[in-house]
């Protein structure tokens, strides 16, 4: 929002609408006619009425924001250069007059192209939200709206749709993706008893349960609930400009006052007000935030809004999702492990011969495990799935099974025996290999940690990030794992998205400045309670990417460490701007007050100052090394 812009506010007393609507348009009012019979008199000049009326008609939105702001409480940066315009329009000086205008909306524009569009993050997790349900009564099905289900109505939910509302499995076997509630990416195996919760998405095949919650109060409308509450919690921004003006506007009014005791002479007060107007504060800022935005931009990293970079440069704490973030979020072979010396080749070799035409995701790595090995798959024949538990066909004449324990073993008790063994000797997720009836050997399957991580962390400390924590809905013993592997000290596992989000409330609480990277729907709450939340859109993306105020568009962690340094940049460059800006314009003040420049020459000297402040200001579209 520009400074000293309010907005108009439909709640609140009749009195304070009246106040912010009414009395600011009354008083703009008030000084036009005033001015308007000032020069209409006869002995004025027809060019002077025409410069003076484009004064006003230009002036007056200025004057009327100005006005507006005052009336809600905001002090801002422009409250020198409304005093400057109405001033030039008292005492006959309309081109000072005009040339502030100028400058102050040219700044209004440039503040609101870096404010960019607002956050629609609840949007679009409602619209992304369950909205059918099928009822089942006697032998048949009821389509009906989500949100019309009761609870303890049994419901079917077919493979490829959502489950509409928190429940219970009564029948049926599949598996459930729930990676956009919990954020973990292997499917749950849904079986009699099985909860599920709104949101997840049913995989392969039809499962029928009972409604334990009402849409309205499930899972998934208490994320949507968590952003939006998250998103009203935040406290509102000031800007960096308008920290400046609440020393600089007080100094002005002072060197003002000081300059009409001089000689008793208005057209020195004006002169002081033009040369002191903020152009610095109006503009360098939005100059310097534009040119950060673009050049992170041109490193596929999306600033949302000038909000989210001036706030980036500021944060001291770090806070990591686990999975999808600092993991690569799908689970891959990380070994094979075989029985009897039957070659790993074989049984990798085997098992993907079987599993190329499963649309599961355990089976797709076990594919991909082979071709990057660059074994040869077989083809296979008569091959037979069972959902949600494994995968048998003929392979080069050997019958071969891939799979759970229970699908592979529950026919001989040998190999019960032989997989309980493997079991208590290894953790985490598997699947069994058996040819023509034997254990062959396990495929075991683990997230994988991102590439260069460890440059990742040693830059953020660099940049001055003094704190990193690690959140996750995953186990505590492998999110510890993955902290240890990277260097986080600060660790928070088995987490819902509510308590994600408590997390980072009570750190913004304390004081710090966090930023918040994550990936998935169930970190949407967080992001948005976070000072600046950070999404990877390569992995996530549509929900995440709404709540979130930086978006990352490649899946690279790493680059979060380049748009903090480059906001950093842009806002030290943007200081500068202020501060030689600020400098120059506080001599020019001293000269005005002793009446040495008018309130033309003035403007024009206030318009170099402006050209030196935008020409530094540009340096933050660019490199240190002009990249």
């Known amino acids: 929002m520009p400074h000293g812009t309010a907005p108009m506010s439909t709640t609140g007393s009749p009195q304070d609408r009246w106040r912010a609507a009414v009395l600011p348009g009354a008083v703009v009012i008030c000084i036009g006619v005033g001015l308007g019979l000032r020069f209409s008199a006869a002995d004025t000049p027809w060019s002077q009425r025409i410069w003076m009326a484009g004064l006003v008609l230009t002036g007056a939105p200025v004057v009327w924001r100005s006005i507006r702001g005052i009336f809600a409480g905001q002090f801002a940066t422009d409250l020198v250069a409304m005093l400057a315009i109405v001033g030039a329009v008292v005492l006959a000086q309309p081109f000072a007059g005009l040339i502030i205008v100028l400058m102050q909306s040219g700044g209004e524009a440039l ?14 997790l409602e619209e992304a939200a369950p909205r059918q349900a099928h009822r089942m009564v006697g032998d048949t099905v009821q389509d009906l709206a989500a949100d019309e289900v009761q609870v303890g109505d049994v419901l079917l939910v077919r493979p490829g749709e959502l489950v509409p509302c928190d429940g219970v499995v009564v029948e049926g076997r599949s598996h459930v993706d729930t990676s956009r509630l919990t954020g973990e990416p292997i499917p749950v195996t849904a079986t009699l008893g099985t909860r599920l919760m709104s949101g997840a998405a049913n995989q392969e095949g039809p499962l029928t349960m009972r409604a334990t919650a009402l849409a309205r109060e499930s899972r998934y409308a208490r994320i949507v609930e968590l952003v939006r509450s998250a998103q009203e919690s935040k406290a509102p921004l000031q800007r960096l400009a308008d920290r400046y003006a609440v020393w600089f506007t007080p100094l002005t009014l002072v060197i003002c006052g000081v300059a009409y005791l001089i000689d008793r002479d208005p057209l020195r007060v004006l ?6 107007t903020p152009c610095p504060l109006i503009l360098a800022t939005p100059v310097a935030i534009i040119g950060g935005i673009n050049r992170a931009a041109r490193r596929q990293i999306i600033v949302r ?13 770090a806070v990591f999702d ?3 973030t600092l993991t690569v979020g799908t689970p891959r072979v990380s070994r094979v492990v075989t029985v009897d010396g039957v070659p790993e080749r074989d049984v990798l070799r085997l098992a993907a011969a079987v599993e190329q035409g499963s ?7 076990v594919v991909d495990a082979a071709t990057r090995r660059t074994v040869p798959i077989p083809t296979a024949t008569e091959v037979v799935e069972t959902a949600g538990r494994g995968v048998a066909g003929l392979v080069e004449h050997h019958r071969v099974a891939v799979g759970s324990r229970s699908f592979v073993a529950g026919a001989s008790p040998a190999l019960e025996t032989a997989a309980a063994t493997m079991d208590r000797s290894r953790d985490g997720l598997r699947s069994y290999v058996t040819v023509d009836g034997h254990l062959a050997g396990v495929i075991e399957f683990a997230d994988q940690l991102r590439p260069h991580l460890d440059r990742l962390f040693a830059e953020l400390g660099r940049l001055g990030i003094r704190r990193t924590l690690l959140l996750s809905g995953d186990q505590a013993r492998y999110t510890e794992q993955v902290a240890a592997a990277v260097g986080i000290k600060e660790v928070r596992a088995e987490l819902l998205p509510e308590d994600k989000v408590q997390t980072v409330r009570e750190l913004v609480e304390g004081g710090n400045k966090v930023v918040m990277v994550g990936d998935g729907t169930n970190d949407a709450p967080a992001l948005s ?4 939340g950070v999404a990877l859109a390569g992995h996530g993306g549509g929900i995440t990417a709404e709540a979130a105020d930086v978006v990352i568009l490649t899946d690279d962690v790493t680059r979060v460490a380049d748009a903090i340094r480059i906001s950093r940049r842009a806002l030290r460059i943007a200081r500068q701007s202020i501060w030689a800006g600020l400098g120059l314009s506080a001599v020019a003040m001293m000269f005005a007050a002793a009446g040495y420049i008018p309130p033309a020459i003035g403007a024009v000297l206030q318009e170099a100052i402006d050209v030196t402040v935008i020409l530094n200001a540009l340096r933050a579209s660019i490199g240190p090394n002009g990249q």
């Open 529 to 532: 309670a976070a000072t600046v």
């Open 359 to 365: 649309g599961h995701l355990l089976a797709r790595s």
């Open 305 to 317: 809004h000038g909000a989210g970079l001036e706030e980036l440069a500021r944060v001291t704490v």
């Open 271 to 276: 002169s002081v007000l033009v040369v002191a």
């Open 111 to 124: 503040e609101r192209f870096a404010e960019g569009r607002a956050s629609a993050a609840v949007r679009a």
């Open 322 to 324: 686990k999975t999808g």
